[in-house]
């Protein structure tokens, strides 16, 4: 029956390929005549423009505008709806861009306010993109929404940095005839080549909110892979030069800490004062330095905490600013896990270990300290992209105290350590690309270091079709005292390699590719990378077709098939088998919807579950299948909604698992916005590792699962420059054991018997455990790149063996463990070299 259903999906996929050819008039592309390169001038200002939504005709009317503007979504190609002119000029400090955004219905013009970088809102937009080098890959973005919410982009070979920041200024202003904008983009913020005669890549983008209708100057096709790639050309730029690009932003920081549990010896306030400074210096044209000095994280978001009961670690997201804005170069290859520089100690787990008689742990702190972090980037104008990252932690100790005598000793949780990432990335043309990347950390206190060095290559043909994309990591572990999950080797050098080939269809309704990757048992990056497991060689196929033009109720349709296959690379052993089916429609009032399918036809063969590392161990998986379906409706209403469900079974062991998940937000006018998103998943007969009995047997545990997250994000926007957020999440997971059994030699589960295991009762225990956070912040942009913010963080961790069944007794109780409250207050303010000169020339 199973295979009757899957049947039918895949002969439901293939159709609506085949119908694609019985509706070319219906769905037909823009011609190429369509797709030509646009031009508009650049002309000198003859006196720096006023930011104030005017454009005054003396200043801005020298210049022909750029026009015709040509949707990119929906109706792809159609020339846009309303008309715009986009002026483009400049002078020896920085190029201007106005614009007026005519409009038949300028009272419906949508104005709803946002955090900077918050991207697209419930508001109409415009945005430029500049590609300075011209290079078709790389690109600056400027963004700002007719409330006059600012965001900055940078694009690099297909991927967006939302977290890099420039300092610029905007101006914005409705009209009886639409509404105005006006940018200074000073060339500190951009890099460009030394050259007399410039020559940029453009293209100015304009979102009509109400209609969600998103238009380009130069077209982009939605059926031709890349973005930047399909823009226009600035010309007439002449005579400029790169200003010294060298900024300030010192900071001072105080912190009031208050932990309400009992730690002995200490007290349950904790306060602290810092200062510090990031430093931003342009080497030349093409290459920056940034240097944060005595960084300052306290302020992050959150982590989104979780029950792992896996064999692999959680990976979190990085919130560090340092760490997120222009890293592209470096977390090209995914070598690159910035998590670990002021991560968790290596040796913290470890420290309960090295205790001696009547000795117990005062203190083990859980972050490394970060000394300070440098990096270099940049392209030169022939398209050769240079990164250089480097960091420092500082020797980290655990304090121990003997309970008799009242001495203390400190115990080396982490010794002083250098990261270090160096890559080389040459662009070529169509997205094309060669990199080669090296990371690297060296430790002192004789702890091992380790090294890793990868190639990663991607060529796409003349038309833009086909790709393939190859590339191979070797990574060295060397040293003394090589610690790996848990064990010291004995080699003072360890050796593993990676490689992957990838050929693909990347253009086009119909788009295919097959890949093949392997990794060997002897590979890890996880010094300074992520890798949940190696030992693996894989390969998958996958093909899909895309409606992109409106069809029937549709205004685009998707339809997708894989399949993929895994076995171990030593030994050479079968792992599993696996296909999908999905498909995702957008419907013409703009809700949109999705439905996949997966199974697993066969056993699949976990060599991880039982974490046996001395002798390979297999738990046999039965076969299953999964599926999922969502609906999302129109964003642009007040009151929206994103809603999802889906199951999984497995009939061997009669296993089960729902999900649910319900998104409501709500928006009570242009300043005030509300999230709140409820998630739920309970899975029954969840069947895992548990623990080893007496015997060192292995023991896995029957689990009813129950995991419910609730998160309420909400916004207060005073104007542009300052606002309140809020994010609130509660996470609430119980595990609670229903029978025990042993893991076989042949890798299925029998009872287990008091003779062979012993007494396993109070052995392994229930798990209920809740997560709590608030992180209330408000924001103040009080002058361009400075910045005042004061953040409440309140912070609850509790688990315990009781299962709770009832969620307010649950939350109750949560409420009333230990809980950590931070309070305080930042002040960041921006120096520009280039300002305090002109101030003192004056």
């Known amino acids: 029956m199973l295979y009757k259903y899957l049947t039918l999906a895949i002969t439901f996929t293939l159709l609506t390929g085949t119908a694609s050819a019985t509706n070319t008039d219906k769905n037909k592309e823009p011609e190429a005549a369509d797709l030509k390169m646009k031009t508009t001038m650049a002309m000198r200002a003859t006196q720096a423009p006023v930011l104030d939504g005017y454009l005054e005709p003396e200043v801005w009317q020298q210049v022909r505008p750029a026009t015709n503007f040509v949707r990119y979504d929906p109706l792809n190609g159609k020339p846009s709806s309303q008309e715009t002119e986009v002026y483009l000029l400049y002078d020896n400090e920085a190029v201007y861009i106005g614009a007026k955004l005519h409009d038949t219905a300028p009272d419906s013009i949508l104005t709803q306010l946002g955090g900077r970088d918050s991207g697209e809102n419930n508001a109409d937009m415009f945005a430029v993109y500049l590609d300075t080098y011209n290079d078709k890959q790389n690109a600056f973005s400027f963004m700002v929404s007719a409330a006059g919410v600012q965001t900055d982009i940078k694009f690099s070979q297909g991927r967006e940095d939302w977290n890099w920041d420039a300092v610029w200024a905007s101006s914005t202003k409705l009209t009886d005839e639409g509404w105005v904008v006006e940018m200074k983009i000073p060339y500190g913020a951009i890099r460009f080549p030394e050259t007399e005669v410039q020559t940029w890549g453009v293209n100015f983008m304009r979102v009509i909110r109400r209609t969600r209708e998103k238009s380009y100057w130069n077209h982009v096709n939605n059926l031709v892979e890349g973005f930047v790639s399909q823009e226009g050309r600035a010309i007439g730029i002449e005579g400029i030069k790169s200003p010294v690009r060298l900024q300030f932003t010192p900071y001072v920081s105080g912190y009031l800490n208050h932990y309400s549990g009992d730690t002995k010896g200490k007290s349950n306030y904790s306060r602290s004062l810092n200062g510090g400074m990031d430093v931003k210096y342009g080497i030349n044209d093409a290459f920056t330095l940034d240097v944060t000095l005595v960084p300052d994280f306290g302020q992050a978001q959150s982590d989104n905490q979780v029950l792992n009961l896996s064999p692999f670690e959680v990976k979190f997201g990085e919130n560090r600013q340092f760490f997120t804005e222009g890293t592209e170069l470096f977390n090209k290859a995914g070598l690159f896990y910035s998590r670990r520089i002021g991560g968790t100690p290596m040796f913290r787990g470890s420290v309960g270990d090295s205790l001696q008689e009547n000795e117990v742990i005062l203190e083990n702190p859980g972050i490394s300290g970060l000394l300070n972090a440098a990096k270099v980037s940049g392209r030169t104008i022939k398209g050769l992209g240079i990164g250089l990252f480097n960091a420092f932690t500082r020797n980290m100790y655990a304090t121990v105290q003997n309970t008799e ?153 998707g339809s997708s098939m894989s399949v993929s296959q895994s076995m171990q690379y030593a030994p050479r052993e079968f792992v599993s088998t696996s296909m999908g089916v999905s498909t995702n429609v957008r419907f013409r009032n703009f809700m949109s919807s999705y439905w996949s399918f997966g199974m697993r036809p066969g056993n699949a063969y976990d060599y991880y579950e039982a974490r046996s590392r001395e002798i390979l161990r297999v738990f046999i998986k039965p076969p299953a299948f999964d599926t999922n379906i969502g609906i999302s409706s129109d964003y642009r209403k007040r009151l929206a909604f994103d809603a999802s469900t889906g199951f999984w079974r497995s009939n061997r062991y009669d296993q089960f698992s729902w999900w649910g998940n319900l998104s409501p937000r709500f928006r009570v006018n242009d300043k005030f916005s509300l999230v709140q998103s409820n998630n739920y998943r309970q899975e029954k007969r969840n069947i895992g590792y548990a623990g080893k009995d007496e015997n060192s047997h292995i023991i896995f545990a029957d689990r009813t699962i129950k995991t419910f997250t609730s998160t309420l994000s909400g916004a207060y926007i005073f104007n542009e420059k300052a606002g309140i957020t809020l994010n609130m999440r509660h996470y609430w997971s119980s595990a609670a054991i229903l029978d025990l059994y042993e893991l076989t030699e042949t890798g299925f589960l029998q009872s287990p018997t008091a003779e062979r295991n012993g007494n396993l009762n109070g052995r392994f225990n229930n798990i209920n455990y809740n997560v709590f956070n608030v992180d209330l912040v408000y924001s103040w942009r009080f002058a361009p790149g400075s910045e005042l913010m004061v953040v409440w963080k309140n912070e609850i961790k509790d688990q315990r063996k009781e299962i709770q069944n009832k969620y307010i007794e649950n939350v109750s109780k949560t409420l009333q463990s230990p809980q950590n409250n931070n309070f305080s207050v930042k002040l960041l303010y921006y120096i520009d070299y280039i300002a305090i000169k002109n101030v003192l020339s004056a």
Not at 522 to 539: K, P, Q, R, W
């Open 405 to 557: 005598t009242g001495e203390t000793r400190e115990i080396l949780t982490d010794p002083f350590t250098n990261y270090s990432v160096f890559v080389l990335d040459q662009t070529l043309p169509r997205n094309s690309f060669v990199t080669f990347t090296n990371t690297n950390v060296s430790r002192t206190k004789g702890v091992y270091d380790a090294n890793v060095s990868g190639l990663q290559l991607r060529f796409a043909d003349k038309t833009n079709n086909f790709a393939i994309r190859a590339g191979g990591n070797l990574s060295q572990l060397y040293g003394s005292n090589i610690i790996l999950r848990g064990d010291t080797l004995p080699d003072k050098l360890h050796l593993g390699h990676q490689y992957n080939v990838n050929l693909s269809k990347i253009s086009g309704n119909l788009r295919y590719g097959i890949n093949h990757h392997v990794e060997s048992d002897t590979y890890e990056i996880n010094d300074l990378g992520y890798l949940s497991n190696n030992n693996e060689i894989s390969n998958s196929a996958s093909i899909s077709y895309n409606f992109f033009q409106p069809i029937w109720k549709f205004l685009s349709w």
